[in-house]
C-alpha cells in the first residue's frame, strides 16, 4: 500500500467529495490521509462525518484517515496530491452566466465552457485558480494538482499562467459517455456482450468538451466508418419528443449524440463530448431551445441548478443509503499510478500544456488529448491527427480562449472583448454583442483597471 | 511608345472594355493592338465601333488598333497581356446566388465573392477561368495575365491550379474607395485641400474584399489613430436613412464605412473594403435586411442587376457622350510598368500567391497585398502583420476557400460542403444547411462524378 | 496462449532469428507459426534446424511451429506481423560505405545510419524495402511490420514511401544501452542494488541513433541533473587507453558515454544512443581516428565485419551451447501486445511518421520517441522537446535525410546530392566532395535515370 | 530642396564620412545639416575641413551645412537621419577577431560577420550599438537610422533588442557586386554594352553576406538559366594564380565569384554576396588558406587593415584630389526617398526584421531582401523563396545568430557559447573549440556576470 496525503479543495457542496471517497475506498494499494479544505466549512465537515461510514463499510479496501482543515496552507502542508474542483460562489451567480446571455437570445446549453457564460464562468473563477496555484508552489511544490474545475481548460491554463512549473493536469469524464455509447452499438450491432469501457479504445484530439475521435477501436479493429453506416435515421419530431420526455424527468446530462454524430457526417471525426457541450462550440445548434430540442438536448436550467445546490443533504443520506461503487472517475486510478502503486499505469484523457500532442495547436495551449500516467510522471498521447475544417474550429476556439485567458489574467476587459467578439456562438449583431458583454461586467462586478 | 499586344477576354456586355480604352488612349507610353474575344460577340463588335472615336479624340494620346476575334486562340496569339473580366452569364444566372439564399435568410449585400452566392457563383466560374488559363499557356505563356473577375480569390486560384506556371495577377478596385474616404477625412480634419487617392498610402493585408489597413500615412504621418478617435458617431437611425436613400437613388456602391471602422474598434485594424463587401465575411451585419441598413448599407438587388445587363447600349451611348477621363482602375499603370515604358514602376494591390507577404496564410494562398510593379515582374510587399484577432477570422475564410477551390477543380460534392459548412455566413442549422447546399447544386446544374 | 503468424524477412546470416526465437519460447502468452524467409536459404534452413533444439528446452513456454518457405508471398501469407531485418549483402558490399569514405579521410565509426557510409547503404537497401512494403500490402495488408533494418530512418521511411497505409514500425536497442549505463550511475551514486533497465524512465526525441534525453527518471525522480554534477572527468589519455583496449578484445559496441555527456554539456540534454552512432551526426569528434580514440571510442572495422559474417556456424553452436535468455530486444514484447495476449501495454523507443510527439520535425519525417502499444495499436507519445540548438541539429539532418530519401526514390541523383553536400559529416571541399560521391556511385553500380 | 538634419556617427577614421558627403553634395533634392559625431573626434574634425572643399566644388549641387559634435546627445539633436559606421576599435582589437582562431586553424577570409571572428566583433560591437539606439529614441525618436556597421545582422538587431521602437534599417553594398558581375557577363555573352547596375534586376533572401538570388532578370528576362550553362571552367590552378595575383596587389576585395557559381550548381540558387563573405558561412571552402586560394580568393591580411588604418590622412588627401563622384552607395538615394524628396522611390536591399519577407525565418530576426523605400516608410519585399537545402544553411546560422545575440544582450557567456558551437564555420574538436572561446574571451576582457 503506497501512503499518500491528498488534499480536497472545494467539493464540499457537490457529492464531488463522496465520490473520491468511494474511490479511495475501494483502492486496493493505496492508504494515507485526506484532507478536506473547503470555503464552506460546515460542507467539508459533513463530509467528513460521512467519511467514517464509507472507510468502515466491508467492501472498502483502503484505509484513509479523514480530515477537515480551514486553513488553505496547513491544509496543503505535506501533499502528494491536491485535487480541485470548486464553484465560484453561491450557485445563484449562475444567473449572470445563464440569464443574461439568454435574454440576447443565447441559449446555453450547459453555459460553464464557453460563449458568455462560459466567459463569466471564467472571470469569476481564474482568479481563484491562480491563487491556489500560488499556494500550492509555496507550500507543495511537488504535489500533482488533478483540477476537475470547469471551465476545464481556461481554470487549468490559469494554474500555468500563475506558475508555469505546477505538475498540473486537468481530468474529465466527458470522453466515457462517448465510449459507453459506442459500446452499446458494440451490443447491437455485432450481437455481442455490453463490451466495458476501456475497450472502446479512441484517439482524441481537441480542446475540452470539444473534442474529437479521429478512431474508434474495438477488439482490435476500427469501428468509426461501419458506425456511421449503420447509424439510424432519427427524425428531428421524435428527437425532439426524447428531449422533452428528458426534460420532465429533469434527466439533463443524456442525449441522443446526434450532435456528436451530425460531426461525424460533416468533417469525418465523431464528437467526443455530450452533445449539450458540442452544440456550443458552433453556431449551428443553438439558435432557440426548439432547434436543440430537435436535436435531442435538453438545456439544463438554470433554476435546477440552483434547486439542487439546496438539496446537498438529501443527496448525502442517497449516498449514505446507496452499495458503495466505483464513481466511473479515473481520478483515484491517476492517483495510483501517479504514486507508482504496484507499478501501474493509466492512459486516460489529459488536459496538458501543448508540446506536439495536438499537432496544430499553439504551444503551451491546453489541450485534451490521452497521457499515460506513471510513477511520478504524465506524458501526452499524440493519437488524434483532425481534418483541416476541424481544425480550423478549434483554432477559432483557442484563439477566443488564448485572448479571454489574457485578459482576465491582465485584468484587462479590452482584450477580454476581442475573445468574446470572435466567440463562434456570440453571432449577436456587432452592437448587440457590446450590450450583452456589459452587462455582464456590471453583474460580474469585477474591480479591474 | 511601348509596341503591346493586349487581348481582352470577355468585359463585352459591361463598359469595363470601354474604360479600359479610355486608359489606354490616355496612355502616354503605349501603343499597339487590342483583341477583344467575348462569348457575346456582338458586344465585342459594338465595343470595338466605338474604338474609333475614343482612339480618335484629341485627348487620346495613345494609338490602338482594336479588332474583334471570335476564336480565343487566334485572339490570344502573340499577347503580351491578356486582361480577363467575365460573368459566368447572363446575368439571371446570379438568380442562383441571391435569391435562392434568401429563401433562408440569408442575404448577401453583394453575393459575388464569399458565402453561399460566392460558392454558387465560383461553381460556375471556375471551369472557365482554369479553360482559359489552358488556352493561354499553350498560345502565349510569356504574357501576363491580369484577372478582374470575382469572385477574386477563386479565378485567380483557378488560373494557377491550372497553370502553376502561368504569371497571372489578380486586380481590384475596391481598396481605393478606403483611400478616397480617408482622404476626405484628411480634409475635413486637417482643413488641407483633398489629398489625391495616392496621397494615402496603406499597408494592406488579408484575402479580396476582406483586407485590412494596419497603417494609413499621409504626408509621412501616420494617421490611423487620429482618424478612429476623430469618428464622428453615426445613429443606427441616422445609418437607416442613409441606406434608404441609398436605394431610391439605386446608388448601391456607396456607404459610411462603419463597418469598416466597426473592425477598427474591435480589432485595431481598419476593414479595406466597401461595408458591403466587409458585411459579407462575418456574422454580424447581415442578420436581415434591416441589419445591414442600420450601418448605412443597401443591398444590390438582384433585379437590378438583371435591368442593368439589357441596358449596355445606353451605357455606351452615355459613355460616347463623356469626356474621355480615367478610369481610376490601375490596370494600364500596370501594363506600362511589366511593358517597362519608361522604366515606370507602380504600387498597387495585387491578388498573388502567397509566399511570406502574408505572413499567417498558408503558401501558395492567393492573397492580397500590395505589389511592386516594373519590366516583366511583379514581386508583393510584406506590409501589414494583421492583429491574431484579425488572422483568425482571415483564416477561417481561407479553409473555405481551400475546400471549395479543391471541391470545384476536382468536380468533389463532398469537399465543396466541408466548406459552405463552415463559412461564417452560413450560420443556419446544420439540417437547413444541408437543404440549402442541395437546392443551390440543383439549379446549378454541375454534371460532376 | 494468442495464436499468431509470424514471418521474419531475413535475419539468416546473423543470430538475430536465434534470438527472436528465444524470445519466442520464452513468451508465456504467445504460441502460432514462425516462417523464415531469407534470400540465402540455406542461413534460414540452418536457423530452422536450430529452432526444435530452442523450443524444446525445458524453459521454453511457448510452442512454435517453425517452417522455411523460399517464395515470399507463400512465406507472408496469412502473417499477423512481419519481422524485417536485412543485410543487402554480402558483408564485402560494406567496403563502399567505409572504405571509400576513408580514402577522402572520412572515418565512420558505424557507417549504417548516415554520412557517406549510411547514404551508400541507403541506395543498396531502400529498393528491397520498398518492395518488400508492396508484397505485404499485396498479401497481408493487416499485418504489423516490425523493422529492425538499419539504416533505420530511411529504411522505415521506405515503406511508408511505397505504401502509406502499411502498419510498420521501426525498433533499435539503442537507447537501452543509455537506461543501462545510468542504472549503473545510480547504483554507484545512490549505493543502491542496481535498478532493472526500466527502473530508468526516460523522455527522448530525434532521429534514430541521434535521440537526446530530456528527462532521465529512477525512483519518480529527475536525475539528469545530478548526473550531470557528478560526471567525473576523465582524460582524453585515459580515454585513449580505453579505446585501444576495445580494439585489442575487438568489443567495438562499447563506450564511456563521454560523446553522450559532452552533449549534455554543451546543450543541455543527453545524447541517448552509443557514442559511435552520435558522433557520426556532428563534425566535432570525427576528424581522425585518434580524435575518436580519444573519447573512447573505437572504429568497427570493415575487415572484422567481414570475418564475423563468415563465422555464423560458429555463432550458432554457442547460441546451442548457452542457457536460454532473453536478447534484451523487445521486439516480442510488442508482439504481445499488439496481439492483445494477456491486456499487456509497453512502453517502448518507436521510430513512427511524425504526427506531433516530435513537435520541431516535418510532418510524417520518420522520428524516434516512445510509444504506447497495445492491442493493434502503436501510439506515439509526446515526451520530450528540445533545446533550439539540438534541434537545429536535428533539423539539418531530416533535410539531408529528405533529400536522400526523395532522390533514392525517384532514382534521382542529384536530388540524392543535395543531401550528400549538406551532411554534417561531410565537410570536405566542394571538389573532393563531388570526386567522393561519383566514387561511390560508380561502385553503388546503379542503373538509374 | 528637402531640407533635412543627418547625424553621421562614427566613420571619422574611414573614408565612409566623406564617400556620405561627396553623395549629399551630388544630390538634386537635400539640402541641410550634417553633424559628424565620432569618439575619435580630431578625424571628425580633419573630415569637417574636408567638406568646405567638397560642397564648394562647381560639380556640387546640395549645400549642407558641416559641423563636429562632441557630445552625443547634442548631436543628435533635432536629426531626421542618423547615418551609423562604426569600428569597435582601435583596428589592433581585429587582432583577437583574426589572429586568435587562426591558432586553431580557422581562417577567416573577412572575419566581421560569422565565425568566431564575427562573435568576438559582435562582443565588442553590440553593447555600443544598444547605447546608441537609447539615445536616438530618447533623443530623436522620430528620426530614421541607417546602420553600416558590421557584422551587420548582429549591429541591426541589437538597435532594436534595445529598442523596439526605433526606425532602423541595416544597408550593405555587397549585393551591388553581384549585379555587376552579371553586367559584365550580360555585356560579353549578348555583345551589348554594359549594362547599368540596376538593369540587372535580382531577387534575393538571406541573412547579410549569405544571401542568394533566386532570379536575375536583365531586359526583362530571366538570366539565371543561361548564366550557370555558360559559366567557363577555370581550374583550381588558375584560380590559385588569380589569388595570389590579388594578394601582390593588395587587391583583397575582388573575387572570381566560384565560390558565388558553386552554390548556383549545388543547390540552383546564386550566392549574392563576394566570395569572401560566402565562404564563412559554411565549412567547405575554407579549410586552409591554400583551399580558399584555389576559389581565387585571397585572405585580407590583419597587418595590412592595422596599417590602413593608420593611413588616414593619405586617404583623405587622395579623395581630395580625385573628381567627386558618387560612392555607389544608396544610402543617399534612400534619404531622399525617406525624405519625400521629388516624390522618389527607391528598390534596394534592407536588413530589416522578418515580417514575412523571408518565408522561413523566424519572425523578428534580421534579415535581408529587397525593400521598398518611400516617404517615411521602407517596407520589405517578399521576392526570393530559397530550395529546401538553402533554407536549411539559412536556418543554422540563425540559430547561431540568435543565440549569440540573446547571449551578448544577456551578458551571459553559456548562451553565447551555444551559438559558437554550433557555428558552421567552427568544426574544431569538441575540446578545442571550448579552448578557443575561453581564449576569446580572455583576450575581449568582458566583465559579465
Redesign the interface.
Known amino acids: 500500500m503506497e501512503d499518500v496525503k491528498i488534499t480536497y479543495i472545494g467539493g464540499g457542496s457537490q457529492q464531488w467529495a463522496l465520490h473520491l471517497m468511494a474511490d479511495l475506498a475501494l483502492s486496493k494499494s493505496l492508504s494515507g490521509t485526506l484532507t478536506l479544505y473547503d470555503i464552506d466549512n460546515e460542507a467539508a465537515e459533513k463530509n467528513k462525518e460521512i467519511s467514517a461510514n464509507i472507510f468502515g463499510r466491508p467492501e472498502a479496501n483502503a484505509k484513509f484517515k479523514v480530515e477537515v482543515e480551514p486553513d488553505l496552507d496547513t491544509a496543503l502542508k505535506g501533499s502528494d496530491f491536491v485535487v480541485i474542483s470548486i464553484e465560484p460562489g453561491p450557485t445563484e451567480k449562475r444567473f449572470i452566466d445563464l440569464k443574461i446571455p439568454e435574454k440576447y437570445g443565447i441559449f446555453q446549453s450547459v453555459g460553464d465552457t464557453i460563449g458568455p457564460g462560459g466567459m463569466a464562468r471564467a472571470v469569476r473563477s481564474l482568479p481563484v485558480m491562480a491563487d491556489f496555484a500560488h499556494h500550492i508552489m509555496a507550500v507543495c511544490p511537488d504535489a500533482w494538482v488533478i483540477n476537475y474545475t470547469n471551465p476545464m481548460t481556461w481554470c487549468t491554463a490559469a494554474l500555468f499562467e500563475a506558475e508555469p512549473e505546477i505538475k498540473a493536469v486537468g481530468c474529465c469524464h466527458e470522453v466515457f459517455h462517448t465510449q459507453e455509447m459506442l459500446g452499446r452499438w458494440v451490443r447491437d450491432h455485432y450481437k455481442v456482450d455490453l463490451p466495458k469501457r476501456h475497450d472502446i ?1 479512441l ?1 482524441i484530439s481537441g480542446v475540452n468538451h470539444f473534442t474529437f475521435a479521429t478512431r474508434a ?1 474495438w ?3 476500427d469501428i468509426l466508418g461501419e458506425f456511421e453506416k449503420s447509424l439510424p435515421a432519427l427524425s ?1 419530431e421524435q428527437l425532439t419528443k426524447n428531449a422533452l420526455e428528458r426534460e420532465a424527468e429533469e434527466n439533463w446530462f443524456d442525449c441522443d449524440f446526434r450532435v456528436a454524430t ?1 460531426f461525424l457526417k ?2 469525418g471525426v465523431l464528437g467526443a463530448a455530450g452533445d449539450r457541450h458540442l452544440a456550443e462550440f458552433v ?3 443553438l ?1 432557440s431551445k426548439e ?1 436543440l430540442n430537435s436535436w435531442g438536448v435538453a438545456i439544463t436550467p438554470y433554476e435546477w441548478r440552483v434547486r439542487r445546490s439546496k438539496e446537498q443533504d438529501k443527496a448525502r443520506k442517497a449516498f449514505l443509503e446507496a452499495d458503495l461503487k466505483p464513481s466511473g472517475e479515473e481520478g483515484v486510478k491517476m492517483i495510483e499510478a501517479l504514486a ?1 502503486a504496484d507499478g501501474a ?1 493509466c ?1 486516460t484523457q489529459c488536459n496538458l500544456p501543448n ?5 496544430f495547436a499553439p ?1 503551451g495551449h491546453i489541450v485534451e488529448s ?1 497521457g ?1 500516467i ?4 504524465i ?5 488524434g ?1 483532425l ?3 476541424v481544425q ?2 478549434e ?2 476556439i483557442m ?1 477566443v480562449q ?2 479571454i485567458l489574457e485578459g482576465i489574467m491582465n485584468e484587462d476587459k479590452a482584450t477580454v ?2 475573445g468574446f ?2 466567440d463562434p456562438l456570440n ?5 448587440k ?1 457590446e450590450e450583452l458583454f456589459d452587462e455582464l461586467f456590471e453583474a460580474l462586478e469585477v474591480n479591474w483597471g
Open positions: 479504445v484517439d477501436m477488439n482490435g479493429q428531428p451530425d460533416r468533417f453556431p449551428w445548434y439558435k432547434e507508482g499505469t492512459r508540446i506536439g500532442q495536438n499537432d504551444e490521452y499515460l506513471s510513477k511520478n510522471k506524458e501526452p498521447v499524440a493519437c491527427v481534418p483541416e475544417s480550423s474550429l483554432s477559432r484563439t488564448g485572448y472583448y476581442e467578439a470572435l453571432s449577436l449583431t456587432s452592437r454583442s
